[in-house]
């Protein structure tokens, strides 16, 4: 399951060979401060993700106040109208109206579960149950366990399914409760407004002396992001059926990078030629796009947590800079025109091209034309042309890609 924070990375997420996409819409959602969708989108998006053959799942996963029902029921409706494939719900409200309305939910890691009652509890409700990220595999095996030898179902008639996180930002507080941003700033994370306050550097004063201690550790509440490339086999084997990339806030190309990877590894799995051991490649793609670095197996794997970031900003191997806005694109000879607005640029160098269709399409520039004259080199102000290995549209950005110093 990919993220999908927007039309671009809706796009990635679909090119990139994801099952299913999440996102939300409006407010009442975990990534409210960057929702790039509203109501009128539902139709369109879950018509293009049926056409794919992939799901869309609606966030709706804040808790909800009095004051919000109308709206939250609104949501509801509105994605059963649209035929969206299921909704994401932490309040007891939007889990129980939306299985009055017969649509399908599924329950989301902010509920928390963390054991069997609490699974069996949600099953009354849900096929699909995303699971504490502060579990272990055994933990979670455990539960798969319980789930066949007491032959606990969903709505649907068949055994409840497991989900769990696989990829990305990780929370310092339990399953993102957290109530930092809320004390600091009025801005709860609970609510989808999270600030982030713990991402930052702090200092300890001692109130009787004034002394200050910096924190040997400058990030000790910001922990690396979650990888599990290296663990899926064991992730399969504990009983996980869906794994869940976080990132509704990144970028169409991390989507495409994080999508495509894990996809590419999960088929290697189902054909038996998946090796743990062999995952580099795999993890140097994921080190090119956003991370904080990595904490390979997270707590699934048994681990204290403890593995902090050592940057508040993205530790990506990679650099991205916009340098253009393709203007035309000639279909017949897959050729895209766009005007340089900063660098120069030469065959060989690494460039992408991201658009709400478009996606994200990372490419080798080759067959450089300036004024519709082969060079070996493009400055600022020129107009360039060069070849696509797929299809851009106008007013896609063009950025040029290199590696961090």
Known sequence: MAPAGSQAALSAAIDAGADSVYFGVGKLNMRARSADFTPDDLPGIAERCRKAGVKSYLALNTIIYDDEMDEMHALCDAAKAADVSAVIAT?????EYTRSIDLE????????????????????????????????LDQISNLWKKIQKHDVRGPSGEPVRLELFGHGALCVAISGKCYMSLAQYNHSANRGACFQTCRRAYRVTDEETGEELVIDNKYVMSPKDLCTIQFLDKIANAGISVLKLEGRARTADYVAV?????????????????????????????????????????????????????????????????????SNFFGKLNVAEFKLIKHSIKPGDQLLVEGPTTGAVRFTAEN????????????????VTLSLPEKARRQDKVFLLKPRN
């Open 91 to 95: 309040d007891i409200s939007t889990i």
């Open 105 to 136: 939910v599924h329950i989301s890691v902010q509920a928390n579960v963390a054991n069997f009652q609490a699974l069996k509890f949600f099953s009354r409700y849900a096929d699909t149950v995303v699971l504490a990220r502060e579990l272990t």
């Open 258 to 326: 994080t999508t495509r990877v894990y996809r590419e590894a999960l088929d290697a799995l189902a054909a038996g030629t998946y090796d743990p051991e062999n995952c580099k490649g795999w993890i140097d793609a994921l080190s090119k796009v956003f991370n904080r670095g990595f904490w390979h197996g997270g707590y699934y794997c048994g681990e204290k947590l403890g593995e902090w970031s050592g940057n508040s900003h993205s530790q990506a191997t990679e650099t991205r800079d916009q340098i253009g806005i393709v």
């Open 368 to 383: 450089l034309h300036v004024d519709g004259k082969p060079v070996e080199s493009a400055t600022p102000d020129d107009i």
